[in-house]
């Protein structure tokens, strides 16, 4: 019996993990199964653990006020060690470009234990754009024994750092396997959140709005919270719902900016079986997030990224989102664009999803269970 070691500590991840998750532990006769969780994100990662149901067999819970990169790399390769020691796992599984998939993925290599790189071969060949998360997943890259590419255009970049054909599987991206399987709990079941929410929303039309990116600190977020303000003074019927992240540095030109315009929301983070509806609900996103990039056009909602570069180009080429920057201008006409032009809209969220059919998990497992021992 070959041991799996599933490790990851934010959101995102545990979003897209927690299918890979359920898959292996249908194979329980084949391969034994165990989750650590770094915890680099606390509470919204535990939303996500108690929507899937899953109990980490490991939780490193290492996220600290005011972390920064220096110390929650340290943090989390010592603390993997003693996972390492204890478990001794034949494959580690990592998930794209946090801070926890290259900490950890060295600490596999330290091991000796084969690295599975899922999300892998997304580039933007930009080292500081998204900071740290490209050099995150370049070094990932080159320690992964295997590579589990989400599309044609990811297998490309790998073989173009001379990864061989044999360690690559183009499977899908795991987030659609887990909207596909979270959809139709979240709409037969909202929570009372989304019912008293949906009730005083109503029929009108509905913006969703999600930014948090590093890179965009500072004037980016500055411009990207005036662009917002003016769309909605300038369609006054349209409700702008903004989850804010917690970071100081969203909160504080977030709340500054937008707090006092009627039809702007600004609410909490929100669970992730909320956030499904919310993107099931709105008419468009506009967002700085990867996965919302691959979420959003399997529920037929376009999207504007507030990003000048994307290591998702698969989207930009079919036609689901459309690259924004934090130019208020852009932002604004595109917003606009899409509010009033029905021919364009429809075109746009009628687009095919480049980024799977939801058995990208099932895929990854088969994928090792006819290699394992090789």
Same mark, same amino acid.
């Given at each position: 019996m070959k041991k799996i070691l599933i490790v990851f500590g934010t959101r995102p991840e545990a979003i897209k993990m927690?299918?890979?998750?359920?898959?292996?532990?249908?194979?329980?006769?084949?391969?034994?199964?165990?989750?650590c969780v770094t915890a680099q994100h606390r509470e919204m990662l535990d939303q996500v653990l108690d929507f899937f149901e899953i109990t980490p067999d490991y939780d490193l819970d290492l996220m600290k006020p005011n972390q920064n990169l220096y110390g929650l790399t340290g943090d989390i390769i010592i603390a993997m060690k003693a996972?390492?020691?204890?478990?001794?796992?034949?494959?580690?599984?990592?998930? /794209?470009?946090?801070?926890?998939?290259m900490s950890t993925s060295l600490a596999?290599?330290?091991?000796?234990?084969?690295?599975?790189?899922?999300?892998?071969?997304?580039?933007?060949?930009?080292?500081?754009?998204?900071?740290?998360?490209?050099?995150?997943?370049?070094?990932?890259?080159r320690l992964a024994d295997y590579h589990f590419a989400p599309t044609a255009t990811s297998k490309e970049n790998l073989l173009k750092e001379n990864c061989s054909e044999a360690s690559i599987l183009i499977t899908g991206n795991t987030v659609i396997d887990a909207l596909f399987q979270s959809l139709d709990k979240v709409t037969s079941r909202p929570s009372s959140f989304i019912q008293n929410f949906s009730e005083a929303l109503g029929e009108r039309e509905m913006i969703l709005v999600t930014g948090h990116r590093r890179e965009n600190h500072g004037a980016g977020f500055i411009r990207i919270c005036e662009a917002l303000k003016?769309?909605?003074?300038?369609?006054?019927?349209?409700?702008?719902?903004y989850p804010v992240h917690l970071n100081p540095k969203v909160l504080k030109p977030v709340n500054a900016i937008l707090g006092k315009i009627d039809n702007i929301k600004l609410i909490e983070p929100l669970a992730y079986q909320d956030f499904i509806w919310?993107?099931?609900?709105?008419?468009?996103?506009?967002?700085?997030? /990867? /996965?919302?990039?691959?979420?959003?056009p399997s529920l037929g909602k376009p999207v504007l990224v507030m990003r000048d570069t994307t290591e998702r180009p698969e989207a930009v080429d079919a036609g689901t989102v459309i690259l924004v920057g934090t130019d208020v201008q852009k932002i604004v006409d595109e917003t606009m664009r899409l509010l009033t032009d029905s021919e364009q809209y429809d075109r746009m969220s009628a687009l095919h999803n480049p980024y799977?059919?939801?058995?990208?998990?099932?895929?990854?497992?088969?994928?090792?269970?006819?290699?394992? /021992?090789?």
């Open positions: 927690a299918p890979l998750v359920k898959e292996f532990q249908k194979f329980d006769a084949v391969f034994e199964t165990r989750v996972v390492m020691e204890d478990f001794n796992p034949d494959y580690v599984f990592v998930h /794209g470009d946090t801070t926890t998939t596999a290599y330290y091991n000796q234990s084969k690295l599975c790189h899922v999300e892998a071969g997304l580039r933007t060949h930009n080292k500081w754009s998204p900071f740290p998360e490209e050099m995150n997943r370049q070094i990932t890259g003016t769309i909605a003074q300038q369609q006054p019927h349209v409700t702008i719902v919310m993107m099931h609900r709105s008419k468009l996103i506009i967002t700085d997030s /990867g /996965g919302v990039q691959e979420e959003a799977g059919d939801g058995n990208a998990c099932k895929r990854i497992v088969e994928f090792i269970e006819k290699t394992k /021992g090789k």
